[in-house]
């Protein structure tokens, strides 16, 4: 599996960006999928997954309310709406996929995911 991941730039802060991963495989119905980010000087950190058969999904508490994950199952993309953006939300962003595991369960298996996309940078200016 191969995970593109698309859409970062430079916003200000309230702003509004759409993050889009393009997968190569085929993801099962018990497959999750995700989004993490790294800010500089910091370690990797969970923001949102989604389930890709049941469409769950699961936020950490920094994003809640303000970014939202979705899926195209047809296109097998996968999206980030980031809304109400802040300074904090500067980080490269990064896609992964999880098989056999929720969306919730993928949000504490960082050291676990089965397949990572390249990043993309998304900086938010104060």
């Known amino acids: 599996v191969q995970l593109q991941a698309s859409g970062g730039g430079l916003v200000q802060a309230g702003g509004s960006l759409r993050l889009s991963c393009v997968a190569s495989?085929?993801?099962?119905?018990?497959?999750?999928r995700g989004w993490f980010r790294q800010a500089p000087g910091k370690e990797r950190e969970f923001v949102a997954a989604?389930?890709?058969?049941?469409?769950?999904?699961y936020y950490a508490d920094s994003v809640k309310g303000r970014f939202t994950i979705s899926r195209d199952s047809a296109k097998n993309t996968m999206y980030l709406q980031m809304n109400s953006l802040k300074p904090e939300d500067t980080a490269v962003y990064y896609c992964g996929e999880k098989r056999g595991h929720s969306a919730q369960a993928m949000s504490m298996m960082l050291k676990h995911i089965d397949y990572w996309g390249q990043g993309t940078l998304v900086t938010v200016s104060s």
């Open positions: 989604v389930n890709w058969g049941g469409g769950r999904t």
């Open positions: 495989g085929r993801a099962f119905s018990s497959t999750s």
